[in-house]
DNA sequence: AATAGCTGTGGGATCGTTCCCATACCACGA
DNA sequence: TCGTGGTATGGGAACGATCCCACAGCTATT
């Protein structure tokens, strides 16, 4: 069974006022009325139902989440994995719960849908449309993007530093001596693909590698198995080219991609070196183990949350956009 | 802005009731007001609040999934990651939201938190304690367990049958022509492990393989780092003894050992075979792809969803307890 | 002409809380 | 003795929807 106030506030011989004051713990009650009503509380397992306090208080402590993806998966993708770990983690912390939301369609429904459901604020993932963005901001409901791609200065958003990581991995694989360079690049209409590229390219411009040292595959897709076929595909190109490294905009391309290599021999890291992009997990448990640019997926979640309640509170936000600087984690395929 | 039922109703001139009528479907309205009513909440893009719904129907449209677990990943982790974006599937195209927890602690409060959000359902993942079920069991809340166990006939729950996987995989083993096994088995607490062995031993019984060629080490926990240690700790039993195969009890425990194998320059599958339990993604990625017992993760999320659905609606439940038969995926390590 | 049965409408109660406000008691100092 | 201020209490409005019910108009049947 599941009871009201009224009864808790009957059972144990007081007001629904007194009754409330005592749970909710704000407002004076006698110790005696204090005590009755805590026992009642504690017999009947008494649970507030937060459903008429969200109508009151106008506030429900839930936060809407919602991951943009146009294909599976997307909980188990191992970098929005993380991020969404991190954010429950977060959100946890601070007293809100999460309501958690998938979009393959890219439409403005989801939105709606966190929007009726009167959530506290609003944390957008990965590829989001510009009308999805136009349409969150029409309501005065706090909301973040979290790894999305925005030329409005107005919204605010945490991004991985891509360009800088992609800088950062031309310098480090320079600097092994690498000097004509093989890269497949997921799809460049994806902010952090592009980035990733434009970075290592210019990184490698400042270093003064000419542009015919490297050549760029592009990817219509960043997962495992397009990673594996363009290898295959350009197998003979990367082999006959003296091509000494493979790098990739991200960890499941190299992945695809380095397994091409191992299946046909080459060794790695010895004949062709490769370097990944996002620390997923199997980065490390690979064999060889992948050396990749990490991104701080948990730092970002936590600071997606962090941020999403400061605004939840409307205090002040320093800056609109958040970036978290990439580092290198050397392993064993380089 | 947001507005509420009766500003929209003013707008249009005409009552709540009317107003409500049309904008929810049920009841009599007029074509001339259904009308009026609709260009309002057009244009004011009025977004009904399914907090003041939820306190009259008494339902909110949200179903709770609590994953327990104590260390992390836990969404970011392969197998749960894939069940909950199956969940969230099923649960989207019948109408419900998801509100996402997870619990490092084993405790109640989770549940609690679930129970005062007045969730129309529940549903617990993976390693839960018994009293967490007995609290939720005193509601009458519809909920229901995945992957976890319990001796109590009265919890509905969905299960892999992991010991008709481990016997198939005994099987399979056996007719490769392998005679020495060597096993990995992760907690023997937990449910699944225990059962994957159990099945895993008793099939090879059946063969009439004597219990001399088969040694088994459990592990403490079933992460890759585990599989790895425990490898390269029994390394010299494992070549010495003349084992032809491992076999674990989930695919994690699978990688890191293999790892250490191929790092040990065994090859695999010719000088050992290695075999997993669960198929995640990254399975089938590893140079070589592992050879796995394959859990259909996305039928149990759609499942109990659906099962769910009927508890909600009072319907009549088939059986308490589903199983969810395994099937073997042959890849290159065995 | 009376009655029944639709369609259409709006008022008010209801869901389970919180919070404002009126009231009451008591102690204390002027 | 009278205010004043702290403690304690309960009644009622409010939050934003749905839904029951009363009532009104219209058409069709007897």
Redesign the pocket.
């Known amino acids: 069974m599941t009871y009201?106030?009224?009864e808790i506030a009957s059972l144990a011989g007081?007001?629904?006022?007194?009754a409330?004051?005592v749970?909710?713990g704000?407002?004076?009650?006698?110790?005696?009325?204090r005590a009755r009503v805590l026992e009642v509380v504690e017999q009947l397992q008494y649970k507030?139902?937060a459903v008429?306090?969200a109508?009151?208080?106008?506030r429900t402590n839930n936060i809407g989440v919602i991951v943009f993806r146009e294909q599976q998966p997307i909980v188990s993708h191992p970098l929005y994995g993380k991020l969404i770990d991190a954010i429950l983690e977060a959100a946890e912390g601070l007293g809100y719960s999460v309501l958690l939301k998938t979009d393959r369609e890219m439409s403005v429904r989801s939105a709606d849908h966190m929007l009726e459901r009167r959530v506290d604020g609003l944390i957008l993932i990965s590829r989001l449309r510009k009308n999805v963005v136009d349409h969150v901001k029409k309501y005065n409901l706090p909301y973040l993007m979290v790894n999305g791609s925005t030329d409005d200065p107005d919204v605010i958003h945490l991004v991985s530093n891509d360009e800088e990581g992609g800088a950062k991995a031309a310098a480090y694989l320079h600097g092994l001596g690498h000097r004509r360079f093989f890269v497949i690049a997921g799809p460049q209409e994806h902010r952090s693909h592009h980035l990733r590229l434009e970075g290592f390219r210019q990184g490698l411009q400042r270093l003064g590698v000419p542009a015919s040292d490297l050549a760029i595959v592009l990817s219509p897709e960043s997962n495992l198995e397009q990673g594996a076929r363009l290898m295959a595909e350009h197998f003979e190109a990367f082999i006959g080219g003296d091509y000494t490294v493979l790098f990739t905009t991200n960890d499941m391309l190299a992945l695809g991609a380095m397994k091409v290599l191992l299946q046909r021999s080459v060794r790695v890291p010895e004949q062709a070196a490769v370097m990944g992009f996002d620390d997923i997990d199997f980065a490390a448990a690979y064999a060889p183990a992948l050396t990749t640019v990490k991104v701080d997926t948990n730092r970002m979640g936590h600071d997606a949350v962090a941020l999403l309640d400061r605004l939840i509170h409307q205090e002040e936000v320093l800056s609109k956009k958040n970036e978290f600087s990439s580092e290198i984690l050397i392993r064993e395929s380089t």
Chains 1, 2 share one sequence.
Not at 14 to 18: A, I, L, M, N, P
């Open positions: 009201n106030i009224k007081v007001s629904k006022s007194t409330s004051r749970i909710s704000n407002g004076y009650a006698s110790p005696e009325a507030p139902n008429a306090r109508m009151v208080a106008k």
